[in-house]
């Protein structure tokens, strides 16, 4: 008779791998299921780093669940004994008036958080190597930092198989049925069953959750990291991660971790795809162009010749905010998508909140902001 598992988890990348772990560590039986080989390079959950910080300028509701992700980092890097988060700090440069900087002060009033205000003469001597346009006031968050994103995904996905959850790599979810009481997942290999399933595919997830009819769209993003000439841009000189929040686009980036290239990328625009299976892996002239504007005009001292790259892909909810809830028909199936290009620093605190209602049906954590009823 076919085994069946307590949760099956839909996708194994960033969110799909730290719900295991979560399953798992309350005792029950999981199965994950992944389509590609585990902490692939065709998703969203790779390249290096994933920017971290509390005073959000997307929305103060989603403080409390990064104050929660914060907690959760640090007793993963306690238990495994590694480093995953780089307390860097992260500086803003924007308008004062920009959404970036007045929401990231904003935030950080409601929930008094650590901020510094600096004007741009001020980040400039502080920072020398980066020009900061004189009209921008800069915000400096010293708890923020960075996350070594691909060492997160494996210590979720090691930490899980410790307590007990079934990983199994290049297993292609082709369908799933549900009656309500239990779930019945179908992959190339074979059928699988469990009490409950949760659907952590990513940019793949219209297609697993397509009866809801929530309009995701994916947009190809690449990030590139380019030689330093001169200057300090290295994390051994203390200095931060960078955004910058321009008219014409939003760019940000991370101190050089190998002591010998910087990585940029933008976080505005992107190509919107069809198939996420099927994506242009180059770096196209007008994406290496705005890059190398960028540089050219806020970090003076880095060579515009990219060393190398990488393309991933956002899932864009409608309003850029997470979809974070229970199937409307099916209490046993939950799902987490649509994380808009914002996702990687919420990974634990979403595992956690996908292990609440996959048990429990329900979660203590505010989540109602990202419930589905708002595309009704
Ligand atoms: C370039 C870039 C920069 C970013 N920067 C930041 C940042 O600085 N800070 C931040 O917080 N966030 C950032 N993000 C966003 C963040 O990385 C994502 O929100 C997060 O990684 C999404 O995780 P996920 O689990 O939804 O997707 P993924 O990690 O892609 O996982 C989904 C998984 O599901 C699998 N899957 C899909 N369909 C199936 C199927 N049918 N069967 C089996 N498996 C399936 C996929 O193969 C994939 O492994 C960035 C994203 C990108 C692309």
Not at 76 to 103: D, H, K, W
Request: net charge negative.
């Amino acid at each position: 008779m076919a085994q069946v598992y307590d949760v099956i988890v839909l996708g194994v990348g960033g969110m799909g791998s730290a719900t295991c772990h979560h399953l798992a560590r309350r005792g029950a039986k999981v199965l994950g299921l992944e389509q590609f080989a585990l902490n692939h390079d065709r998703g969203s959950s790779h390249g290096e780093s994933r920017m971290i910080r509390q005073a959000y300028f997307e929305h103060p509701d989603y403080v409390p669940l990064l104050l929660r992700a914060y907690e959760l980092w640090s007793e993963l890097e306690q238990t495994l004994g590694q480093t995953l988060f780089y307390r860097t700090g992260v500086m803003i440069s924007g308008g004062p008036n920009g959404e970036a900087f007045a929401g990231a002060k904003l935030a950080a009033s409601l929930h008094h958080l650590p901020l510094e205000e600096l004007t741009a003469e001020s980040a400039a001597a502080r920072w020398p190597s980066f020009r900061f346009p004189s009209d921008h006031s800069v915000a400096f968050e010293p708890a923020a930092g960075l996350l070594l994103v691909e060492k997160c995904v494996q210590s979720h996905i090691e930490l899980a198989r410790r307590f007990g959850a079934e990983v199994r790599a290049n297993e292609n979810v082709c369908g799933w049925s549900s009656n309500g009481q239990t779930v019945a997942v179908k992959t190339q290999s074979g059928e699988f069953q469990a009490r409950s399933l949760v659907v952590t595919a990513g940019a793949w997830a219209s297609r697993c959750i397509s009866d809801l009819g929530v309009p995701l769209s994916v947009l190809r993003k690449v990030v590139a990291w380019f030689p330093i000439r001169t200057g300090e841009y290295r994390i051994e000189q203390k200095i931060p991660a960078y955004f910058f929040d321009l008219p014409h686009g939003r760019f940000y980036g991370f101190p050089s971790l190998d002591g010998k290239t910087i990585k940029i990328a933008e976080h505005s625009g992107g190509q919107p795809i069809d198939d996420p299976t099927v994506v242009d892996r180059s770096l196209l002239p007008v994406e290496l162009q705005r890059l190398q504007a960028t540089l050219a005009d806020h970090m003076p001292g880095i060579d515009p010749s990219p060393e190398r790259h990488s393309t991933c892909l956002y899932t864009m909810s409608p309003d850029s905010h997470f979809i974070v809830d229970l199937h409307p028909q099916w209490k046993n199936v939950a799902i987490a998508c649509g994380f808009s290009g914002h996702g990687f620093k919420f990974v634990p605190v979403i595992g956690e909140v996908l292990a609440d209602l996959a048990l429990n049906g329900r979660t203590e954590h505010s989540t109602q902001f990202l419930g589905l009823s708002r595309f009704q």
